[in-house]
């Protein structure tokens, strides 16, 4: 039969504003972000960013990468292809 679909723990920052992501996330934290169905490294660094304040896209831009470099070897060579259920660590240089 069908093995049961695995369990993952989701943030689900997409289903709330970020102000509301931002205060389930203490700045400074620096526990495994997971990866939700939907999520991209950009998605992830622009909720990261929104503890402090609202990022903008140039903010965004200049912060995803550091989370790809920071988590290469669990997503691999693409950026753009996270797979669900993937704990990232936040880059050690984030504001």
């Avoid at 831009?61 to 292809?81: F, K």
């Amino acid at each position: 039969g069908d093995a049961p679909a695995p369990v993952a723990i989701s943030l689900d920052w997409g289903a709330q504003p970020p102000a509301a992501a931002a205060a389930r996330r203490p700045a400074g934290a620096a526990g495994p972000v997971v990866v939700s169905p939907g999520d991209s490294l950009w998605s992830i660094a622009e909720h990261d960013l929104a503890r402090t304040a609202p990022p903008s896209d140039a903010d965004v831009a200049a912060a995803w990468p550091a989370w790809w470099a920071a988590n290469r070897d669990v997503i691999g060579p693409d950026p753009h292809l996270l797979q669900p259920g993937t704990a990232l660590v936040p880059p050690a240089d984030r504001p």
